[in-house]
């Protein structure tokens, strides 16, 4: 009898045994997906969200945001609306006179905004003068020249043997193009831009003041301008080869298809049907700006805020600036010098490569 119980005994430990998942060996060491189902108890480690959480909504974190394109076509108030404050160049500067630049340059305005607790230190930079000349030609350089900086700015930090403990990111994180509502295809200044700062940065193409066309004109406007941009081998975000996995690539597909937005901004707000929407009153009624069947802001905000802004920040973080980083390291290693703070500072290096001023 103790013989057979031994034997039965045996066989149901052979059966449990049969029934845990196998553990591989590697040459590291024993590795094996280990579910919740499998675990002895609660263990925590799903809390690691909120202490992630927690450490996020303390610190804060930053978002830099370029627009670009000629004066007139709604640039400072298409990000006020975005973000739904006085967040632009002209709303902070007093007694502020509309001025063609007679040169491209560049100016930033930064603002802490605060929403349920989480913080965000949002830079805007602006580009007046670009486009408004009777000659553009080069007028994209002072804006490649200051992406530029940033990068190199950041590096400089990164060498330094006593690092701080939070590098301030000044790093263009997402441009918007200004396209104008013309209805007919690319101008040669849009192509020559986008040719060059999509290899530097994410550009996001938008149709400014796309209330001036009609939804036939508007489609068929959409439609010239993908082809131009694929003809071109322009690059604009979100990019195909930066797709991780089935889920993002269904995701990015519908914004692609929607690229380049039409898109109408505004900071008034106007009464339909009892509800204060914002909108701009025509004689025709009011465009509602908030409203999918009106214009494409509201999936510009969704791509830039709601769902792809870490993306923006880790795409610009692991392309395009790790890009500028190899370049420069290799550029030090074939000059037979090792890149550092001090050799950026003092100039050393190639000057064409340093001088990167505006």
């Known amino acids: 009898m103790e013989e057979r119980e031994r034997e039965v005994e045996e066989e149901e430990r052979g059966e449990e045994e049969m029934e845990q998942p196998p553990c591989t060996l590697t ?5 094996g997906l280990i579910q919740g189902k499998d675990l002895f108890g609660y263990v925590g480690i799903e809390a690691v969200l909120d202490q992630m959480r927690r450490k996020t909504m303390k610190a804060g974190f930053e978002f830099n945001i370029m627009v670009v394109g000629q004066s007139g076509l709604g640039k400072s108030t298409l990000v006020n609306t975005l973000f739904k404050s006085k967040v632009s160049r002209k709303s902070c500067t007093p007694n502020y006179e509309e001025k063609i630049s007679k040169t491209v340059h560049l100016q930033s305005v930064s603002h802490v905004i605060e929403e349920k607790g989480v913080k965000m230190k949002l830079t805007v930079i602006d580009t007046p003068g670009f486009g408004d000349q009777i000659n553009n030609e080069n007028c994209w350089e002072p804006i ?38 013309t209805g007919h295809r690319l101008r040669p200044i849009d192509v020559e831009f986008m040719k060059r700062l999509g290899k530097i940065v994410s550009i996001v193409p938008v ?84 409203n999918v069947a009106h214009c494409e802001f509201a999936n510009l905000r969704d791509l830039l805020i709601r769902s792809h802004l870490q993306d923006l920040k880790d795409v610009t973080h692991n392309i395009h600036y790790e890009t500028y980083r190899v370049r420069r390291l290799n550029e030090s290693n074939a000059n037979g010098m090792a890149l550092s703070p001090l050799s950026l500072e003092n100039g050393t290096l190639d000057k064409s490569e340093t001088d990167s001023h505006l």
């Not at 992406?147 to 918007?176: A, F, G, M, T, W």
């Not at 195909?240 to 008034?268: C, H, M, Q």
């Open 207 to 290: 149709i400014a003041k796309a209330d001036t066309l009609t939804m036939e004109e508007r489609q068929d406007f959409k439609q010239r301008i993908r082809q131009d941009l694929q003809v071109n081998g322009i690059r604009v975000y979100p990019q195909r080869e930066y797709d991780e996995d089935t889920e993002d690539r269904i995701l990015n597909d519908k914004i692609r298809e929607s690229i380049p937005f039409a898109v109408v901004g505004t900071d008034k707000e106007h009464q339909v049907n009892g509800n204060k929407v914002l909108g701009r009153k025509t004689k025709w009624g009011i465009i509602e700006v908030e």
């Open 144 to 181: 490649v020249s200051y992406v530029n900086e940033q990068y190199e700015k950041y590096l400089r930090e990164e060498l330094h043997v006593n690092r701080k403990r939070r590098i301030p990111d000044s790093r263009v994180h997402c441009c918007i193009y200004f396209l104008p509502a």
């Open 27 to 31: 040459e590291s060491g024993p590795q």
